[in-house]
């Protein structure tokens, strides 16, 4: 009886600290979808009015829509390079017993444990010794830095479970080595590429330490440029321009559930 | 055995790992047809000497000769063999009919070829109907047959089974172990196995090849190996034996130093002799042979028969034995049994 009370009473705890925690992490992106549709011109909640005059005001501020751009372009172009150096270091991680493998997997991970304001000091100091700073390109190779050590641990992972006598079994069936990688490798390995190019993109997308350090005037990423915004101006149009963002973010994920399923995924 | 007919040759096959050796000096020859079995304790070298066969293991030294023509360095997608993995590996991306289409792909069968050939196969492991499913929705003995059905159409020379039957339950274990055999002789494939299994051995192999730390022991017949073991190791690991140590006399009578006494038609000296539980029974169910006094020291209950551990003034006896519903001796009885002369084996002097 004392135990049914207990339980009880932890059941409806249980069930108020989850009912906290998802409010406390929708809520904010509830609260800016909102404020995004006011008719005032300062950022407030709840709203004054409805319109949608801050979207059409975010498409067609050239400064947030280039951000955009540069910022997708960005992760895109450095999720697909990311995923096939990651999974290369990862394959070599998983698979093969070579001297300082350890060692190359720490320096993988690395990224992970220095704090991204030092990496980006380092990287600014780095980059302009090689005479690359305040270029796209550093941008590019700064964004891989942080992005790889989630590609490398996620496909360790999946490749660490990938059952090898599956491998074997198709090489029984005289299937040469390429074959059996695209074959049986690769198509096991979807669920992991997914999952890793998901936590690379978003990693990239949403960076603003890093990219603060080494964009520059050219290569503005959308986070930094709702940063420096937000700093001498409050109009809703941040709010306009996160909802995009929100809802592209939403169909990405939308996408790949009904493709594969997100509970396959993490 | 005539050379010629060899599907599967091993020729002083030798795997050491570092410092450990896995298998040593194996040879042996199975012919067109044949199913022979590797039976051992785990880490006996059983399933090594599969996957260099496979050629998913190197050896060491020796080689492998497939059809007469020697594989031993030839990477194991070019080599003439289906295998059935223990955990049946079926690729859980595809179907029951792509996991068999997979390995005609690969040997350049065309598309109408492979229908035809997936059909037959599946007919043969009775599964037509579930050509569609994945591996994740059939049962074990389902799973199993797959796995057989995608080995087999490859038509390979050599059938290697690992462990075919570890996964199944008990009852399906026994029931599929028939209907394999059965179907593998009627297609008259050459198959190599290997189990930990003895009983499984003996009723599933035309020979068995017993094996320990890496050797072989004893190669026979499954009769030969249980009724004549060569070896004290594959007397005790087949089955369930009494061994007597002891001397043959001038007069063909066997004595142990503890009062066993049995007639033995075999050259004077010393002698290991085994005797199978069958061979023991209680004095009144067996008309001749010498009677011992015996004490029940335990009594297992299997069913159709009893397994006793007797002792005989100090030297312990096994005995199965059938008892009427309610008259098995108990622990610490006293009972008269009688050892059958016919059933004591000498092991062969080393």
């Known amino acids: ?266 | 055995m005539d050379k010629n007919t060899a599907v599967l040759t091993l020729k002083n096959l030798n795997k050491t790992y570092d410092n450990t050796t896995a298998v040593d000096s194996v040879s042996l020859d199975v012919v067109k047809g044949e199913l022979l079995c590797l039976l051992g304790p785990s880490g006996c070298g059983k399933t090594t000497t599969l996957r260099m066969v496979a050629g998913f293991v190197k050896p060491t030294s020796g080689s492998v000769l497939i059809q007469g023509s020697d594989v031993t360095n030839q990477a194991p997608y070019r080599r003439d063999t289906g295998m059935v993995f223990q955990s049946y590996a079926l690729f859980p991306h595809m179907t029951v009919a792509q996991n068999i289409a997979f390995g005609l792909q690969n040997i350049g069968f065309a598309a109408k070829a492979q229908t035809e050939r997936v059909h037959e196969m599946l007919q043969l492991v009775e599964l037509e109907h579930l050509s569609k499913r994945f591996p994740a929705e059939l049962s074990g003995g389902q799973q199993q047959r797959v796995a057989l059905a995608r080995a087999l159409a490859m038509n390979p020379a050599v059938l290697l089974l690992d462990e075919p039957f570890s996964n199944l339950d008990a009852q399906l274990r026994v029931r599929l172990r028939e209907d394999l055999r059965a179907l593998l002789k009627r297609i008259r494939i050459t198959t190599l196995f290997v189990t930990h299994d003895q009983e499984e051995a003996l009723m599933f192999a035309d020979r068995v090849v017993v094996m320990r730390s890496g050797r072989v022991e004893q190669v026979g017949s499954p009769a030969e190996i249980y009724e004549t073991p060569a070896t004290r190791f594959v007397a005790e690991f087949i089955g369930w034996c009494s061994l007597f140590e002891g001397v043959v006399d001038g007069q063909g009578v066997f004595t142990t130093g503890k009062s066993i006494r049995l007639p033995l038609d075999h050259k004077p000296g010393p002698a290991t002799v085994i005797v199978r539980p069958e061979y023991v029974k209680p004095a009144e169910a067996l008309g001749s042979g010498p009677v011992f006094e015996a004490r029940v020291t335990s009594n297992t209950y299997y069913g159709a028969l009893c397994r006793l551990r007797l002792d005989v003034s100090g030297q312990e006896v096994l005995m199965e034995a059938h008892y009427p519903y309610g008259h098995g001796p108990s622990i610490g009885d006293r009972i008269e049994i009688r050892i059958d002369p016919k059933g004591a084996r000498r092991l062969p002097a080393h």
């Open chain 1, 1 to 266: 009886m004392q135990n049914d009370i207990t339980d009880k009473v932890m059941a409806t705890l249980g069930v108020f600290v989850r009912a906290t925690v998802y409010v406390m992490l929708i809520l904010p992106a509830v609260i800016v979808v909102i404020a995004s549709l006011t008719q005032g011109d300062s950022l407030s909640f709840p709203p004054k009015g409805f319109s949608t005059q801050w979207y059409s005001n975010a498409f067609a501020s050239t400064p947030f829509m280039s951000a955009l751009w540069t910022s997708t372009k960005l992760a895109v172009t450095a999720t697909v390079i990311v995923l096939s150096v990651g999974s290369a270091a990862a394959f070599a991680i998983a698979r093969y017993r070579f001297i300082g493998s350890s060692l190359f997997q720490s320096i993988a991970l690395s990224p992970l444990i220095v704090p991204v304001v030092v990496l980006g000091l380092g990287l600014l100091q780095f980059l302009s010794w090689m005479g690359f700073s305040q270029s796209y390109l550093g941008l590019f190779v700064g964004h891989l830095i942080i992005m790889l050590p989630y590609v490398v641990r996620t496909m360790v992972t999946g490749l660490l479970l990938l059952d090898r006598t599956l491998e074997q079994a198709a090489m029984n069936l005289r299937a040469p080595p390429f074959r059996v990688f695209c074959r049986i490798t690769l198509p096991l390995l979807v669920p992991s590429l997914i999952t890793a190019g998901v936590f690379a993109f978003v990693t990239s997308f949403g960076n603003v330490t890093l990219s603060s350090f080494l964009a520059s005037s050219g290569t503005v990423t959308l986070p930094v440029q709702i940063f420096t915004y937000v700093e001498y101006s409050y109009d809703p149009i941040v709010a306009a321009v996160s909802t995009i963002v929100i809802a592209v973010t939403a169909v990405v994920i939308l996408v790949i559930e009904r493709a594969v399923g997100v509970d396959k995924l993490f």
